[in-house]
């Protein structure tokens, strides 16, 4: 039984085993690229049916990883009204009546290869800084309840199970979480370690893209929070188009990007000439043991590029360096150099430093995501959605400043807000 403070108001936890409902809505079906008859159960495609009552899963890939921890604990934590929410732009006025779900009907669960519960994940986030002292106690039984929903991922080593198998026994897991809490929908976030692009002429599916292709035979949203392939795997183009779901994607920008996408449009706007911009990432944890792979780091840095290109254009020398560094834990720093000419060829030097942990950077931005796709699912809305470019780095088309990102966040909002 976890230790609750005095004088805090806690939200009750929902029943374990709610009944499952019956569909309002007739399945329908999809060919995918197999040519296989896949259904998408409930409310899947067209517009589905509006209640405001009604719960919201949010499926992690990466479930009992720190970034999936963390939001767990920071929605939970939230919603009890222990701390405020911080870095959640969903919760800041210009979102007021857009329809979001409240995090307090979001309801957990996901996959995952490691089999560390949540409960203990968020002791070992306390001890590295990432949460503040006591409060996993406080969130240990909402911590407990999205672990009991964690399934195991895969493929795992040595495993003998097809892509079709793989996919079917996601997809099967989704729906069984669905009906379990009798769930309006369920949206799935991808926060898993970074894995390398595949070659061209690879003929599988990369783990990353066999969850998004479970996650569109669910009839499942989709959000693509890591640089991997995900629903960018060409084999998925069709079935993504024919799924009638929203989805948004790739790579969450969180502190080196994010500078990034406010500064490059500065040295346009106020016509100085960038040389070169150079960049290091020091990283520990999870994510700097994924990046030591020289091919992880290259999807990584692809999307870190593509700001400045998109922005400054070709030319611009440097590049972007990552390190893994264990004694850093659970924090990291990024580091950019940008040398550029001033009037009559003044040569200038701006240099900064971001300092920070990625796992509470991170966990904000991802209730955001959930929120705002679920809601877009909820009005109808289909495809990929450029509008929430705000929170990526190679997001699905769309600008690449942080301004007018998010004033197309924004006009998203008033969107939704208006579909009823």
Not at 155 to 160: K, S, Y
């Amino acid at each position: 039984m976890s230790r609750r403070r005095a004088g805090r108001r806690r939200t009750p936890r929902p029943p374990s085993s709610p009944p499952t409902p019956t569909p309002t809505h007739t399945d329908t079906r999809t060919t995918d690229t197999a040519g296989r008859q896949s259904v998408h159960h409930g409310n899947a495609t067209g517009r589905p049916v509006q209640d405001r009552r009604a719960r919201t899963g949010v499926w992690f890939v990466g479930a009992r990883g720190s970034v999936a921890t963390t939001a767990v604990a920071g929605c939970a934590a939230v919603t009890a009204g222990l701390y405020p929410p911080t870095g959640m732009v969903t919760e800041t006025p210009p979102f007021a009546g857009a329809g979001l779900p409240p995090l307090a009907s979001l309801v957990f669960g996901g996959h995952d290869t490691a089999d560390c519960p949540l409960p203990k994940r968020a002791e070992d986030l306390t001890g590295a800084g990432v949460l503040p002292a006591g409060l996993a106690r406080a969130v240990h039984a909402e911590l407990a309840a999205a672990d009991g929903e964690i399934r195991p991922g895969g493929p795992l080593a040595g495993d003998t199970r097809t892509e079709e198998d793989l996919i079917t026994g996601f997809a099967g897991d989704l729906t069984a979480f669905r009906a379990r809490h009798a769930l309006a929908r369920v949206v799935v976030v991808n926060v898993s370690s970074t894995e390398p692009l595949p070659e061209p002429d690879a003929t599988r599916l990369p783990p990353s893209s066999l969850y998004a292709a479970a996650a569109l035979r669910a009839g499942c949203p989709y959000v693509n929070f890591t640089p991997s392939t995900g629903l960018r795997a060409p084999a998925l183009t069709v079935a993504a188009e024919a799924s009638g779901l929203p989805h948004a994607g790739r790579d969450g920008k969180t502190g080196q990007t994010l500078l990034r996408s406010v500064l490059a449009p500065m040295f346009v706007q106020r016509a100085l000439t960038v040389r070169a911009w150079s960049g290091t990432n020091l990283l520990g944890g999870g994510d700097g043991a994924a990046l030591a792979d020289p091919a992880a780091a290259a999807a990584k840095n692809a999307g870190k590029e593509r700001v400045l290109t998109e922005t400054l254009g070709a030319g611009v020398e440097g590049d972007v360096h990552i390190d893994d560094v264990p004694a850093l834990g659970e924090w990291k720093t990024a580091w950019d150099h940008i040398a550029f000419d001033g009037f009559l060829g003044s040569r200038t030097v701006l240099q900064t430093i971001w300092q920070g942990c990625d796992s509470a950077l991170a966990a904000p931005l991802v209730l955001d995501l959930a929120r705002l796709v679920a809601r877009a699912h909820e009005a109808g809305l289909a495809g990929p959605r450029p509008e929430l470019g705000f929170y990526f780095k190679d997001p699905d088309g769309g600008p690449a400043g942080l301004s007018e990102q998010f004033g197309a966040l924004l006009s998203f909002a008033d969107r939704l807000r208006e579909s009823g």
